[in-house]
Nanobody
Framework: QVHLVESGGGLVQAGGSLRLSCAAS????????MGWFRQAPGKDREFVAA????????YYASSVKGRFTISRDNAKNTVYLQMNSLKPEDTAVYYC?????WGGGSAIMDSNLYQYWGQGTQVTVSS
């Protein structure tokens, strides 16, 4: 059974930083593209970032590019999201997800193409 478990969320002031982790089990982690999504209250789930199986390619939403960094450690079956210069509009529940192929373009951002999901971790940025 596949499990994705996020951690590292919390309350931070605007301009601060957080590092999210997502530990995976029950799947061949290095064979999966890993992504981060977020959902704010009353809004649809949105793509944040993705990283290819080897970590050689990354892709970011324009709203976080330059502030967030996605990385992975295949030896630890873990994907990370380093979030810097946080803004109140970054407040959301953050989810990690896994899918089998990079796809490219819009396929990277399409949540429907991700097979496995974590339970989410809350990030709250105060102004």
């Amino acid at each position: 059974q596949v499990h994705l478990v996020e951690s590292g969320g919390g309350l931070v002031q605007a301009g601060g930083s957080l590092r999210l982790s997502c530990a995976a089990s029950g799947l061949s982690f290095s064979s999966y593209v890993m992504g981060w999504f977020r959902q704010a209250p009353g809004k649809d789930r949105e793509f944040v970032a993705a990283i290819s199986e080897s970590g050689g390619s990354t892709y970011y939403a324009s709203s976080v590019k330059g502030r967030f960094t996605i990385s992975r450690d295949n030896a630890k079956n873990t994907v990370y999201l380093q979030m810097n210069s946080l803004k109140p509009e970054d407040t959301a529940v953050y989810y990690c997800a896994a899918k089998l192929s990079w796809g490219g373009g819009s396929a990277i951002m399409d949540s429907n193409l991700y097979q496995y999901w974590g339970q989410g971790t809350q990030v709250t940025v105060s102004s």
